[in-house]
């Protein structure tokens, strides 16, 4: 399983370190709970060790699938002809269970998306503050994978998608 100050990934909120590992009684039950305190953020969470898995936590990303991460990013994005750009509660609640996922790829493809709309329409707020999420997911993943500072890493994504969208 996880060992105590590994580096993990918490869905939605993005990597973390198992910080404590702490027993509390719920409901007249004995429970012990990986502490997680999230990276560059004031936040912890207490999760069941019984539930880590169920609840999505995963190990950093492997350097071969951080360099799918960089090929996804790579590519020119093709909106869909389905109307889903139209559409935002749409679009907008695929983009939370992405996110919520932890997986990379799926957070990568996200930003993406994001990344090719800025470029012909101004973002909502909402559209924005996801772009900001899913950049730093990735960001603080591949920064560490890759043993880079985390600006050095954030230049690296943006450059990846710039280069193939500006076209």
């Known amino acids: 399983m996880f060992r105590l100050h590994e580096k993990v990934v918490y869905p939605g909120q993005g990597v973390a370190v198992i910080a404590r590992i702490v027993e509390k009684t719920i409901q007249n039950k004995q429970e012990t709970f990986f502490e997680l305190k999230l990276i560059g953020k004031e936040r912890i969470i207490l999760v069941p060790i019984s539930n880590a898995i169920a609840a999505g936590i995963r190990r950093l990303s492997s350097l071969e699938n951080i360099?799918?991460?960089?090929?996804?990013?790579s590519k020119p994005y093709t909106p869909p002809h389905d109307g889903?750009?139209?559409?935002?509660?749409?679009?907008?609640?695929e983009y939370l269970l992405g996110i919520r996922s932890g997986d990379l790829l799926e957070i990568s493809e996200i930003y993406r998306k994001l990344k090719h709309m800025q470029r012909y329409k101004e973002l909502s707020f909402g559209e924005k503050s996801l772009l900001e999420q899913t950049e730093e997911m990735l960001v603080q993943e591949i920064a560490l994978v890759k043993n880079m500072k985390e600006e050095n890493?954030?230049?690296y994504v943006r450059s990846l998608v710039l280069e193939k969208q500006i076209q």
């Open 67 to 73: 360099g799918h991460v960089v090929e996804k990013l």
């Open 84 to 93: 889903m750009l139209a559409n935002w509660n749409k679009r907008n609640k």
């Open 153 to 155: 890493a954030t230049q």
